[in-house]
């Protein structure tokens, strides 16, 4: 069985990662999941804990990071992420794909720690970022503004990613996503893996 492969997903606040990460899941691969993080951040309305993150107090996340729980953590918007090391690995080493969805700064961790893939998505400008953040109703005046300067900020890093993903229109930018998924598991090491035994009668 091939070891699964490890995805890292970023983008800016509001181009559209979650929504396009549940999509990927709802079509059903069963060798697909993502990571549940950690976080100091509040309860959205409709999010549940142990479902969207595990939510803890910023006491409790401070010492999981002590004790080296987490593969990679860092702070956003006074927030603290982590992700747990010991699941991602155990996921991985049963033939799981993984996603991972943090920001430029824990993917680039990550990319240190462990081979992964890095995917950016992008929207198609700051005119429809910044509508898409309106459109949420969730904050006011002022944080969208800080959402967009940061916006600026992630968006810089793209050139750090192995693929771009354009979220202009929906559909298509979910199926960019699956092509990729679909790509690394035909790569010649994967394929080695899973049908070995296939290769290896086809020249006997």
């Not at 961790?109 to 995917?119: E, F, G």
């Not at 967009?148 to 929906?170: C, K, P, T, W």
Request: net charge negative; with cysteine; aromatic share 6%.
């Amino acid at each position: 069985m091939a070891r699964g492969t490890l995805y890292t997903i970023s983008a800016p606040s509001g181009a559209g990662k979650t929504s396009l990460v549940n999509a990927l899941l709802a079509q059903g691969d069963p060798h697909l999941c993502v990571s549940i993080s950690h976080t100091t951040r509040a309860k959205r309305p409709g999010e549940t804990n142990g479902v969207n993150y595990h939510f803890v107090d910023r006491e409790q996340f401070l010492a999981m990071r002590a004790e080296g729980t987490f593969l990679e953590s860092a702070e956003v918007f006074g927030n603290l992420y982590g992700t747990s090391a010991v699941w991602v690995q155990a996921q991985l080493n049963n033939g799981m794909d993984v996603i991972l969805e943090i920001d430029w700064q824990g993917a680039a961790q990550v990319s240190q720690l462990i081979d992964t893939k890095s995917i950016f998505i992008l929207p198609p400008s700051l005119e429809t970022l910044q509508q898409r953040l309106n459109s949420r109703g969730q904050d006011d005046e002022e944080t969208i503004n800080r959402r967009m300067q940061q916006a600026r900020d992630e968006i810089s890093h793209y050139g750090a990613a192995d693929y771009l993903v354009i979220n202009d229109n929906f559909d298509s930018a979910l199926e960019d996503l699956r092509a990729i998924v679909r790509a690394a598991r035909l790569e010649r090491s994967h394929q080695l893996d899973n049908r070995g035994e296939l290769l290896a009668s086809l020249l006997s």
